[in-house]
């Protein structure tokens, strides 16, 4: 049910296709984040018109609201949410770690409290899987903890518990239509990395995940640690960078041998009137568009670039018409598909590798603001 | 260019086709409200896609935001919101009235400021008409004084205030392309009310609106007011009845000669979670949807409806998500746009006054909360 066929390389980098049951994932591939079972002002419509393929949703926040039981006897999350392709929930373990408040952790799971209510919750490898079970998304992760990247002697220690509770995780598992991925990690010491890499492969799941990345460690930092992690996985399964990310960590992903990518950026940004432009990331609040008959980007094409000026999204900005974040979410992710679908036909090309300075020097360019913001 | 033709009626209610530059309307029509140039948190292809085809857009606000030059150097109206449909802007005369801080009001126009920032403007007919005719909507609109109703002396000097301005607004346009609306008005008073429809129809105009109603009057004011003026208005050109209303106000507005109505209830009500249904009025964050797998109305054929469970537009809500107003706008102005297309059709069939009770007791179950609520 879970194949994973490459069907090019150029390099460390590949161009493959996932099989799961809601349909064939091209990879690489980048997936939007529809944190609470949405992605944030957009209709599934709307998704299918950029071509997402894979969309993520979180499971700390679906097990808070609306509750995964209730997911369930709605008949899960497809079915809830309407998104009829693949989907992708994470173990919560991040946002635990990340929004609740207090939490314990011990050997055995976390004991944390509702970053909404202040109510106590516990989750532990077998009730993560037991709520992605009830969720009922496509690939689903394994159960882990996510240490700060700085504190090395904890790291080790995060990282011996995340392999054991890889393993509760697998074993708790039962649904034959998801896809278990084990979690990489081992912080920023490649030592760790290598011994998480090698524990995570040997495990039998249908992909893998690399965690830990993108939580504050340096660009150099997340590159290195693929260095030492990719090659130490197998080829034949699907690798995931969590929570990556901006379009430069995309291509040297990619680069480096990466499949699948999620990130909330583009929707972020959008909301933030920050809009992916070829001159560089746009502030569309800027006075200089008031006038501006171009769309986004001339080269894009999304709904919001073939139908809006510049000009009127920088007046549903001013004006706080809602409508400017749902246009410019529609562009920024559209704009990340497209890269993949680039980086996918220059993979099956043999010409990624040639090409990846020009995209990576596009690209640093939307790292900042162009000059005009 | 304006031709108004009728093609059937039932009594005093009737069924015309009015074309405009932007394309023939059906009436009787109900127009959704895009008051900055967006009608809020949907896009136009949503509204296409729940059969609108009329959309008003407000003069003052649009003047104030982004400004009325701009909107005309980026091609107008339509073309900046792109909306191909007809469209109408007001005189901008009711919001000074109703929304800007101080404002003194003289026979030759109204000094007030902006609610945005305080700043002072001047609005007189000829530059009402000239911000009109920037924005180049299809039908445009005389400027009037809309005085409190129960304020009976002022109620005079602000209609025949009104009827100067309206041969001054007729004298001001220019642009043939579009339809000004000479404005009825009058309070509750019935004389004036008579003396008003009987000079804003002496007006070489191709459409004639009612204004200074919903303003405050009892449900029987507005309907005893209309039983004055419609049958002093000639047959041959069609009638808007200016911010109405609910849906009882549109049938008894229908069965009494209007041909047009237009009111930001059913988004407003949606951004309040607040959705039409055949049970009566929902309120969709009630915990008794939690599990509700039925789509907010089963009759409708909207995409809120044709898509998603109540279960899940419930989730929306209480996660705080604006996907939730965004879909309950599309069904609520769908609920309306179907009750007009279902009045057209009863009327064509000649049986409306007939269905009318059984609409009304329908629709007027909707004035409150279902008991659930």
Known sequence: MFEFQITSKNNRARTGIFSTPHGDLLTPVFAPVGTQATVKTLTPEHLKGINASLVLSNTYHLYLRPGDELVRDMGGLHKFMQWTNPMLTDSGGFQVFS??????IDDDGVTFKSHI??????????????????LGADII??????????????TKIA???????????????TRPDQALFGIVQGGVNPELRAESA???ASLDTPGIAIGGLSVGETKQEMRDMLEVVTPLLPENKPRYLMGVGTPEDLINGVLRGV???????????????????????????????????????ETCDCYACQTFTRAYIRHLIIAKELLAGTLISIHNLRALI????????YIAEGIFEFHAPELLAQWSNNAKRAGNG
Request: overall charge positive.
């Open 259 to 297: 499949d699948i990518f999620d990130c909330v950026l583009p929707t972020r940004l959008a909301r933030h009137h920050s809009a992916f432009a070829p001159e560089g990331r746009l502030n569309m609040m800027n006075a200089i568009f008031a006038r501006d008959e171009r769309p986004i980007d």
């Open 159 to 173: 990282m011996q518990r995340t392999h054991r509770w890889a393993e509760r995780s697998l074993a708790a598992k």
């Open 198 to 200: 090698k524990f995570i």
């Open 99 to 104: 929004l609740s408040q207090t939490r314990k």
């Open 338 to 345: 497209r890269l993949m679908e680039k980086i996918r036909a």
């Open 117 to 134: 209510d202040g109510s106590t919750h516990r989750f532990t490898p077998e009730k993560s899987i037991s709520i992605q079970e009830n």
């Open 141 to 154: 992760m394994a159960f882990d903890e996510c240490s700060d990247p700085n504190e090395v002697a904890y």
